[in-house]
T-cell receptor, first 115, second 110 residues
């Protein structure tokens, strides 16, 4: 049973460019959440997708957008990249059951460097 | 005031001793509380979660929650060198939106 997978593992972009990161959830999971983790910081919630719609969003600008496909995989898009967007981007998947909390399983992350 | 606050450390503990990690949170409406372990260069891994006031034990790990004081802690008994990692405290803000602290770096001294 494959866990959460993310691609690519590393990416280097220049300021102003656009980037797309991809995530495949753990088998049986229907919810994907994205986090940004800057060096020395905890992960920060970007947004969450469920049933192909954005269900919740953190305090990130509109340059950050996403999508969820019918097979539950997800993409994170970042436009007009800034130096401050350099970080580890983590995807986490879970199965929404309506109970208080559904454990999220994290993927290995994509390391984005903006020059 | 940050939503979840932790001492960044590093916290150095001799092998075999008890490591005590602490966390405070600001939103009294928070209902679920988590401790994640993150090794350098790796993604976070859930090690404990707690919903109710009091203690919850799982092997060498004990999570403690005091909602009145808005305080969560993690005790690691019989600390091992493999416990050296960053420990992230997190709270659930509804529908699986998790707010993380900055993490505490723990170093177990052989």
């Amino acid at each position: 049973d494959a866990g959460v997978t993310q691609s690519p593992t590393h990416l280097i972009k220049t300021r102003g460019q656009q980037v797309t990161l991809r995530c495949s959830p753990k088998s049986g999971h229907d919810t994907v959440s994205w986090y940004q983790q800057a060096l020395g910081q905890g992960p920060q919630f970007i947004f969450q997708y469920y049933e192909e719609e954005e269900r919740q969003r953190g305090n990130f600008p509109d340059r950050f957008s996403g999508h969820q496909f019918p097979n539950y995989s997800s993409e994170l898009n970042v436009n007009a990249l800034l130096l401050g967007d350099s970080a580890l981007y983590l995807c986490a998947s879970s199965f929404s059951t309506g109970v208080r909390y559904n454990e999220q399983f994290f993927g290995p992350g994509t390391r984005l460097t903006v020059l | 005031q940050k939503e979840v606050e932790q001492n960044s450390g590093p916290l150095s503990v001799p092998e075999g001793a008890i490591a005590s990690l602490n966390c405070t949170y600001s939103d009294r409406g928070s209902q679920s509380f988590f401790w994640y372990r993150q090794y350098s260069g790796k993604s976070p891994e859930l090690i404990m979660f707690i919903y109710s006031n009091g203690d919850k034990e799982d092997g060498r790990f004990t999570a403690q929650l005091n909602k009145a004081s808005q305080y969560v802690s993690l005790l690691i008994r019989d600390s091992q060198p493999s416990d050296s990692a960053t420990y992230l405290c997190a709270v659930n803000r509804g529908a699986d939106k998790i707010i993380f602290g900055k993490g505490t770096r723990l170093h177990i001294l052989p």
